[in-house]
């Protein structure tokens, strides 16, 4: 008798806890599903697209600071500052306002690669 009211028991926790799950599941699908309506990595807003003035200030600043465009990584306008913002693929971060006068970055900074011949790290034969 024990045994049957404890099977039933454990039944009836294992339902409820099944049940438990299901509307769990649901509503992390729900907020999955807000989230991939809120969040769409395919659209740019328009809001960070770059304007025809702006795209120019960038192309202005590349040729000051001596960057190709290929050597960018990211560019962005700052309306409050208005000037441009300029990542480059040696890790600068280069800002601009027309007219300013700048000097051109090294290119280490512009394209990350090292060209000084370095000191090897373990000696060479002996002689």
């Known amino acids: 008798m024990a045994k049957a009211k404890d099977l039933e028991k454990k039944e009836k926790e294992l339902d409820a806890r099944e ?8 509503a992390v699908e729900e907020v999955k599903a807000s989230l991939r309506a809120d969040v769409s ?31 960018v990584l990211k560019a962005r306008y700052d309306p409050e500052a208005k000037q441009a913002v300029i990542i480059t693929h040696g890790g600068a971060k280069v800002r601009f306002r027309a007219g300013d006068k700048v ?12 060209r000084k011949k370095m000191k090897p790290l373990t000696p060479g034969p002996k002689k």
């Open 103 to 114: 000097v051109p970055l090294e290119a280490v900074r512009v394209d990350g690669i090292i």
């Open 41 to 71: 990595i395919d659209s740019v807003p328009e809001e960070l697209e770059l304007t025809k003035e702006q795209k120019k200030l960038v192309a202005e600043a590349c040729e000051a600071y001596g960057i190709q465009e290929k050597y």
């Open 19 to 26: 049940k438990r799950i299901a509307t769990d599941e649901k």
